[in-house]
């Protein structure tokens, strides 16, 4: 909730300056230099805030971040509404955090309160759009792209260097800090992995990265239990097609050691012959694996067209 202009005492300060071509703390006296004629090139976004303010140090670094990540296509002008009090009722401000987004001259845009991220990056990518121009991907997420892209490739030397380099600059990163535990699975490093996740605060759990880092390191625990007898597993399953435990516990060998598709395979194969076993546990396995591989991965989009194909058969 915003918080209005007249309580609160003086307390901190915003954090650190950005980067003075994109982000400047302005005043009265440059309001017109730092806002209406910077904003004849490019939308100038500006925000009006105070010290004593509690939501205003919640979005500062967060609308901060969103403008670095657009690479030139908006400025920011940052306003300390107890420096400024003439201008801030010229602007009919009577609460805080406010921000204006000013392009060609004139308020085009603006909001009142903390904001999510996620509408932070709208707002912004709403003003480049209106410049003619469009936001590039940040340093950050061209990293991450290519740590992902090692990852996929069995790289994984590099694809760490890649993740641990950006947790130097986002320690709270939460793709790095997946990614970087899958790493850590796929080298067999599974105690250290958990040791990494469990560093995950109780909020951040569910999100998508992390849920499935978490699901690839149970599954590879449990095929690490099965892995010495994938033979012995196997023998059993031929010799006995029905032997669930077997084939429950050699599709979870198979998955962990790499044969994803043939671990896919034998869960399915339960599914289709006993549904109901074991309290559905191979359905229930076979939703860790989807989650394990992602929502796009190839493998887990045809599997799950196998999966209905049998429940709704």
């Known amino acids: 909730m915003e918080q209005l202009i007249g309580g609160g005492k003086p307390g901190g300060g915003m954090g650190g300056p950005g980067p003075a071509d994109l982000i400047k703390d302005g005043s009265q006296a440059s309001f017109r230099a730092d806002v209406l004629d910077a904003s004849m090139q490019v939308p100038v976004i500006v925000d009006f805030w105070a010290p004593w303010c509690g939501p205003c140090k919640q979005l500062g670094p967060i609308i901060e971040k969103a403008v670095k990540d657009a690479r030139g296509a908006v400025k920011l002008v940052k306003i300390n509404v107890d420096e400024a009090q003439e201008l801030a009722a010229q602007m009919r401000i009577q609460s805080i955090p406010a921000v204006y987004a000013f392009f060609q001259g004139r308020p085009v845009d603006g909001f009142v309160g903390a904001q999510p991220e996620s509408a932070l990056k709208q707002f912004v990518a709403r003003l480049a759009k209106l410049a003619g121009g469009e936001p590039g991907p940040s340093p950050i997420d061209e990293a991450l792209e290519h740590a992902e892209a090692a990852l996929k490739d069995g790289d994984h030397e590099a694809a760490s260097a890649i993740y641990s380099q950006i947790l130097e600059h986002e320690p709270d990163n939460l793709k790095a800090i997946a990614g970087l535990a899958r790493c850590l699975i796929a080298v067999g490093e599974l105690d250290q992995a958990k040791q990494f996740l469990a560093k995950v605060p109780a909020a951040q759990a ?108």
């Open 206 to 313: 569910n999100d998508p990265a992390i849920s499935a880092a978490r699901a690839a390191l149970e599954l590879a625990e449990a095929g690490s239990k099965a892995a010495g007898q994938s033979q012995e597993l196997r023998a059993r399953v031929e010799a006995n097609p029905k032997d669930f435990d077997a084939r429950f516990a050699l599709a979870q060998a198979l998955f962990a050691g790499g044969d994803k598709e043939g671990g896919v395979d034998h869960l399915l194969e339960i599914i289709r012959m006993n549904r109901a076993w074991n309290e559905e546990a191979a359905r229930r396995e076979l939703v860790k694996f989807f989650e394990a591989m992602g929502p796009t991965d190839p493998l887990t989009l045809s599997s799950r067209r196998r999966l209905s194909s049998l429940l709704f058969s």
